[in-house]
């Protein structure tokens, strides 16, 4: 790109807004030009307002910055990647694509939005041609854009190429959720050592793995998306590791297919055309591992730069059709990494 697009950062202090931060440097299309936070941060330089969690080190070009507000009379940015609580987010966002911002949101605010785009662009990449009925239909000239629930993304990528081959009518899945995705300081160190803790987040969590799947496997028809015709049941599970969600799926496709047409069909999955070839598309899309013992996080986590789907124990189910075990970086695919992605699609679409 001859210039690079300003971009801010809202939550920018917490653990998702660090991953942002971490991840847009050396961007070749972004440069960050505000560090938005809460009023607490507002006024302090950036390395002093936030502690620091990732391993990597804080980049330099944010050590410096001044924190500002989240509000559009402090923030002149043509895409603010937000990391905002929910509740905040509802009020925040709607301000800033008003004044002509493309929003790209972790938050789950705006994701059932009727014309809202749910992205994750190696799989439904065409909606994201649904913010020219937002933007006609709310009359702002910016945009909400929302990447799904971290542990709805690398399931549903999974999905999605089972779908495409032999038709997925049923999935049952359980998820192994890191700690990282209950944000810092997350989970007491005295409920998750020695335990696993059902019901993420005191419930929601389950609702949202099985709607959102529905809607990114949907199909764009004009100004709507059709949900996919696909029943869920879903059972979510913080575990004590660090960074990774493992999801166990179970499937029930049109008719019973050999477990290693389906790995082929993983294995030889493309990203859609528009997000084959962008700064963060990941490569592969889907990495199958053959070991009886992997995925795992801390082994697997990391491929792809985090942003590829790891996919292992592909057999046959005995009740079902076809069993799986699907891992995810979920801070990396399934958060931050996420956003940076729909952004580069809305550049890559012409759509700021």
Same mark, same amino acid.
């Given at each position: ?278 700064? *963060? ?57 996420? *956003? ?13």
């Amino acid at each position: 790109m001859s210039s690079q697009i300003p971009v801010a950062v809202l939550g920018a202090t917490g653990s998702v807004g660090q991953r942002f931060i971490s991840l847009l440097d050396n961007h070749p299309w972004f440069k960050v030009v505000a560090l938005a936070a809460s009023d607490r941060s507002v006024g302090q330089k950036y390395s002093q307002a936030a502690r620091w969690v990732l391993d990597e080190p804080m980049p330099a070009y944010a050590r410096e910055m001044v924190v500002v507000p989240a509000a559009t009379d402090c923030i002149d940015a043509r895409i603010v990647f937000s990391a905002l609580h929910t509740e905040i987010a509802n009020e925040v966002e709607p301000q800033f694509a008003k004044a002509g911002a493309a929003v790209c949101s972790n938050a789950s605010s705006y994701r059932r939005g009727d014309d809202v785009p749910l992205l994750l662009p190696e799989i439904n990449a065409d909606h994201v041609q649904l913010v020219k009925y937002q933007r006609q239909n709310k009359g702002w000239s910016g945009c909400i854009v929302t990447n799904p629930n971290c542990t709805s993304t690398g399931l549903t990528i999974a999905l999605k190429v089972l779908d495409n081959a032999f038709g997925v009518k049923q999935v049952i899945a359980v998820s192994l959720q890191a700690l990282s995705g209950a944000g810092y300081p997350g989970v007491p160190s005295l409920d998750i050592m020695d335990n696993i803790i059902p019901n993420v987040a005191n419930g929601g969590e389950e609702e949202k793995v099985e709607w959102e799947p529905r809607k990114m496997l949907g199909t764009f028809k004009e100004n709507r998306i059709d949900l996919a015709n696909i029943a869920f049941s879903v059972h979510t599970n913080r575990v004590a590791v660090n960074d990774g969600h493992t999801v166990c799926a179970s499937v029930k496709l049109d008719a019973p297919v050999e477990p290693e047409a389906a790995i082929q069909a993983l294995r030889d999955f493309k990203a859609d055309a528009a997000a084959r070839d962008l700064p *963060s598309s990941p490569r592969p899309v889907i990495e199958v591992r053959d070991e009886a013992d992997r995925p795992q996080p801390r082994l697997d986590r990391l491929a792809g730069k985090g942003m590829t789907t790891v996919v292992g124990r592909v057999r046959r189910d005995p009740i079902l059709d076809l069993k799986f075990v699907v891992l995810s970086h979920n801070t990396i695919r399934g958060a931050a990494g996420a *956003s940076i992605y729909n952004a580069e699609l809305l550049v890559n679409e012409n759509l700021l």
